[in-house]
Antibody
């Protein structure tokens, strides 16, 4: 079964760090761009970052540039998001999502999300 | 920067047709994707590249895209279609989502 499973969320103080992981299974991981999308409870979806299959290309939303780093380990079929200098406004559910690079070009597979709370 | 505009809410009577729009400057030149999100669940891709349905999505879901407006159409609306719907495009290597439309089935 094709699936993504996030982990690593939790409560952290402002200025702190957290690393999210997303374990992929059921598909050829290194063929797809992977993304992080976040959602404040009750609000809309907001794209955070993506990384291409061979890690040669990454991009970030302006509001996380310089603070967050996306990476992947294709040998472990795992996507990461290192989040530093966290702010209360980073509080959200973080989803990893696969961008199908072959057919749909959309985010066709999503994880269940992991909650990050930034609070003192 | 590019922006996508969606109505906050749309209501439709059971069995009727709902239309959810997504506005953007010359959005007709972009590939638009639509996602359905039910409370407490992750989003699900329901339309890709303007008017294509992934496997498992009912034929009642369709899409169109022209000019400055993309539209998601849900025919014969069912109670189970109640959800938030988001449009999404790529612009300058950045993914953009519309603000989302809450569909209520009456």
């Amino acid at each position: 079964e094709v699936q993504l499973a996030e982990s690593g969320g939790g409560v952290v103080q402002p200025g702190g760090s957290l690393r999210l992981s997303c374990a992929a299974s059921g598909f050829t991981f290194d063929r797809h761009w992977m993304n992080w999308v976040r959602q404040v409870p009750g609000k809309g979806l907001v794209w955070v970052s993506h990384i291409n299959g061979d890690e040669s290309g990454t991009n970030y939303a302006d509001f996380v540039k310089g603070r967050f780093t996306i990476s992947r380990d294709n040998a472990k079929n795992t996507l990461y998001l290192q989040m530093n200098s966290l702010r209360p406004e980073d509080t959200a559910v973080y989803y990893c999502a696969r961008r199908d690079s072959v057919t749909t070009l959309g985010f066709d597979i999503w994880g269940q999300g992991t909650m990050v709370t930034v609070s003192s | 920067s590019y922006e996508l505009t969606q109505s906050l809410s749309v209501s439709v009577a059971l069995g009727q047709t709902a239309r959810i729009t997504c506005g953007g400057n010359n959005i007709g030149t972009k590939n638009v994707h639509w996602y359905q999100q039910k409370p407490g669940q992750a989003p699900v891709l329901v339309i890709y590249r303007d008017n294509n349905r992934p496997s498992g999505i009912p034929e009642r879901f369709s899409g169109s895209n022209s000019g400055n407006t993309a539209t998601l159409t849900i025919s014969r609306a069912q109670a189970g279609d109640e959800a938030d719907y988001y449009c999404q495009v790529w612009d300058s290597s950045t993914a953009l989502f519309g603000g989302g439309t809450k569909l209520t089935v009456l």
